[in-house]
Nanobody
Framework: QVQLVESGGGAVQAGGSLRLSCAASGRTFSNYAMGWFRQAPGKEREFVVAISWLGGTTYYADSVKGRFTISRDNAKNTRYLQMNSLKPEDTAVYYC????????????????WGQGTQVTVSS
């Protein structure tokens, strides 16, 4: 059974940083892209960032460019989301997701999802 488990969420003040992790297990994830999405209260889930298996391709939402950085450790089947200069509008539940093939910005393209981790940014 494929599992994606997020961790690293929490509460920070505006301007602070957090690093989220997404650990994958249950199969070999070679050639699997991974994405991060988020859902704020009362809003639809939205794309944040995605990365290819080898890391050569990354996509960022405009709202997080220059502040968030995605990275990977293929040996650990883990992806990281470094979030700096956090803003109150970054408050959301953050989900990691995985799909075979190239990364995309479309959540319906992703086959596997984690349970989410809460990020709360206070002003």
């Amino acid at each position: 059974q494929v599992q994606l488990v997020e961790s690293g969420g929490g509460a920070v003040q505006a301007g602070g940083s957090l690093r989220l992790s997404c650990a994958a297990s249950g199969r070999t994830f070679s050639n699997y892209a991974m994405g991060w999405f988020r859902q704020a209260p009362g809003k639809e889930r939205e794309f944040v960032v995605a990365i290819s298996w080898l890391g050569g391709t990354t996509y960022y939402a405009d709202s997080v460019k220059g502040r968030f950085t995605i990275s990977r450790d293929n040996a650990k089947n883990t992806r990281y989301l470094q979030m700096n200069s956090l803003k109150p509008e970054d408050t959301a539940v953050y989900y990691c997701a995985s799909r075979l093939g190239a990364p995309t910005r479309t959540q319906s393209d992703y086959d596997y999802w984690g349970q989410g981790t809460q990020v709360t940014v206070s002003s």
